[in-house]
């Protein structure tokens, strides 16, 4: 059915309408009806920016984009407009950003989120979004790691498979739906040195094991879109390389949607100097296969000479043009193009997307340093302050890419940690070191709240440096040296290395940016209404000379753990991070034991199981993890890869066994010949609380 209404389409349109489908619109303002009435655009952009994570943007309305979908029906072939804007981790009501949902290891809450995101976007007449970004990250410079899920490709995947059903559901055609994104196709992180738009070099494995999976992980999973990155990997800017957008893509995943570009990354090709002019660089992203050109216009300037003189095919546009007519008809755009106006107020932030929104922020704050037992703070401490730049945060708490957040929907920070304290306990609030030298000597404790502003982290925004922002790093001095117990609460949208006040302060949780009802969630957990449950997927580096630093390296012929002088190491620093990807502390302790493995060898598949107890007083929550390391291969191997986790909910002094099925298909990697397959051999096993630790097995494949 779609395909012959493609079809038939496709044979009424002429040139200048197939090239208006590929043509993405954006007006500075000033927007020119004549572009819609006359078929030159398939798409507009509601853009409003990265940076604007403040939460005090234009938003999208319905009524505007019934109004210009109005006018594209009117056109020839009536083909409706698709309306896009970032919704990256909420549109009103705002969720953690994704680096903290990935902390939460809980792909099904990620789903719920990303479904209410799509609840709200459309409510309000945009039918697309860019999102997920699932780019992997090495690299904490880079600002972008705010956007993604960290660095490991097993939860990247996991993580890619749920936000994408929650956006699109079954069927994107619902009216609550969207089409998702995954961007940036592909190797957007690994940037040199943290510069956001530089150039990577990746080698073919690496991209294929590291980077790609979340991406096929996508197209599984019936992505609509994707987006080409701006970058140039390994000399060919990612707009404008067929290999990566046509032969895996299409070739080799089946993806039959299309292929948006980046802002303007189509006419950078000329910068990257891989085309002299626009037309050049619009011929080498349409032939790459970048089906639709974000905002530069060049496709609709150019295409059409370009068809005359020979440089552009009629297959390629066709192509293009099917391909994003599939999408607008799966998208029900066709039958359904309007949007009742009266739905913003019914879908916007409604009570049980605050309630998600505190649950996801709550389940993605990682305790990482807990001595003694401070946390939670119990009712021995009558007077707590509550110190630091960050105290009276509220769009503060979104992170980047929040357009439509709204801070007055925020309870400021502290407000919220008051509604939340238990009677009798008092807060008192200061701002900066004097204040709090002041206050403090009344105080029987002290939460000291630090960490970066939204507009620090995102895209563009690049940082030298991973200590605390400037002052930051004194103010926990000072605090630190009042005498009280302190607890140091991070708000990043990165890893920090914040190694020097870890050892200052008796506890540590860091609560990235956790969204529209953060501050409460972070109270919950401060005093003990709930437990930390998060996990790091991202390794937190003790120094930025350590970046690149990630959980499954290559082993190298000279590993630290190796004996003898001449090891790879760092003479001033150790070369372990501050702390390992998986890692996370609770209320409550546990052990593992008992490690058996269903067989020596593997045939086909493996059962893995240990027993895990709650050794402490408490209930918890324990997320167990799964490693293994391929010992010898074709090609070197990482010392350690993710294979799967689950959690465990235990009460004091109970034990379950938890158990893993590995298959060999898990196994598989990209090998010398530049196949992908299994290598028989010996393999190391670990069920670990994190990627540093655990119990350890052995098994041959
Ligand atoms: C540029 C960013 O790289 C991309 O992630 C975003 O979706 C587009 N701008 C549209 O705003």
């Known amino acids: 059915m779609t395909e012959s209404k493609i079809a038939d389409l496709l044979s009424k349109m002429n040139l200048e309408e197939k090239i208006g489908q590929l043509n993405q619109y954006f007006s500075f303002g000033n927007f020119d009806a004549e572009i819609i009435r006359k078929g030159k655009a398939g798409s507009v952009i509601n853009a409003a920016g990265a940076l604007t994570g403040t939460g005090e943007s234009k938003s999208s309305d319905a009524e505007t984009c019934n109004n210009i979908q109005k006018l594209a029906l009117d056109t020839p072939h009536g083909i409706p407009q698709l309306f896009g804007r970032d919704v990256i981790h909420g549109y009103r009501t705002i969720f953690p950003i994704p680096l903290a949902q990935s902390a939460s290891f809980n792909p099904e809450l990620a789903e719920q989120a990303a479904s209410i995101a799509a609840l709200e976007a459309t409510a309000t007449g945009i039918k697309w979004t860019f999102a997920p970004m699932l780019d992997i990250a090495r690299d904490a410079r880079w600002g972008r790691i705010a956007e993604g899920n960290g660095e490991d490709p097993f939860l990247g995947a996991q993580m890619a498979a749920a936000v994408i059903k929650g956006f699109q559901g079954d069927d994107y055609s619902a009216p609550d739906k969207l089409v998702a994104c995954a961007k940036h196709y592909v190797g957007y992180g690994t940037a040199e040195g943290g510069r956001d738009y530089d150039a990577g070099e990746v080698s073919e494995p690496t991209l294929r094991d590291i980077y790609l999976p979340p991406f096929e992980a996508a197209v599984k999973s019936g992505v609509g879109t994707l987006m080409s990155a701006f970058l140039d990997l390994n000399g060919i800017p990612a707009s404008g390389n067929r290999r990566l957008l046509t032969d895996v893509l299409r070739g080799e995943w089946g993806f039959d949607g299309f292929v948006v570009s980046d802002w303007d990354s189509v006419v950078e090709l000329i910068q990257h100097g891989v085309a002299e002019d626009r037309a050049e660089a619009a011929a080498i992203a349409l032939h790459a ?91 021995n401490f009558k007077r707590i302050a509550v110190v630091g730049p960050l105290i009276h945060a509220r769009s503060e708490l979104f992170g980047s890419w929040s357009p439509d957040g709204r801070a007055a929907d925020v309870t400021p920070l502290g407000d919220a940690l008051k509604q939340i304290a238990p009677a009798g306990v008092e807060l008192v609030f200061a701002d900066h070191a004097d204040k709090a030298t002041h206050i403090a000597q009344s105080t029987d404790a002290i939460v000291l709240v630090v960490g970066e502003y939204p507009y620090r982290s995102g895209e563009n925004s690049n940082v030298s440096d991973l200590s605390l922002p400037p002052g930051q790093a004194e103010l926990v001095e000072t605090v630190a040296g009042l005498g009280k117990p302190v607890v140091l609460v991070v708000i990043a949208g990165r890893p920090l290395a914040i190694t020097k006040q870890a050892a200052q302060v008796q506890s540590v949780l860091y609560a990235w940016q956790p969204g529209i009802e953060g501050g409460a969630a972070l109270g919950e957990i401060l005093f003990g209404l709930e437990a930390p449950s998060a996990r790091l997927p991202v390794t937190f580096p003790r120094a ?111 034990t379950r066994r938890v158990s893993f099925t590995l298959t060999e298909e898990a196994l598989a990697f990209t090998r010398a010949d530049g196949t992908k397959g299994i290598e028989p051999g010996k393999f190391n096993i670990w069920i670990a609380p994190n990627s540093q630790s655990g119990l350890q097995g052995d098994f041959k494949l």
């Open 544 to 654: 930025t000379g350590q970046v690149p630093i990630y959980y499954n390296q290559k082993n190298s012929g000279r590993p630290i753990r190796a004996d003898g002088p001449f090891k790879s190491r760092y003479v001033d620093i150790p070369n372990a991070p501050l702390y390992p990807f998986g890692y996370g502390l609770t209320y409550t302790t546990f052990e593992y034991a008992n490690l058996k493995l269903s067989s020596e060898t593997m045939r086909g598949k493996l059962e893995i199981s240990a027993d895990v107890t709650n050794s402490g007083k408490r209930a918890g929550n324990e997320l167990v993890q799964l490693y293994v390391r391929d010992l010898v291969g074709s090609l070197t191997r990482p010392v350690r890869e993710l294979k799967g986790f689950e959690r465990v909910v235990l009460k004091p002094g109970e």
């Open 289 to 379: 296969g970048v089906d639709m050109e974000m905002v530069s216009g060049s496709y609709i300037e150019t295409l059409a000479a370009s068809l005359q003189s020979g440089k552009v095919t009629q297959e390629d546009i066709d192509e293009a043009v099917r391909r994003i007519l599939r999408i607008k008809l799966r998208a029900g755009l066709f039958d359904k193009p309007f949007t009742d106006p009266d739905r913003a107020t019914r879908d916007l932030l409604r009570p049980n997307s605050r309630t998600l929104a505190r649950q996801f922020a709550r389940e993605t704050m990682v305790l990482l340093k807990n001595e003694d037992d401070l946390l939670p703070l119990d009712s």
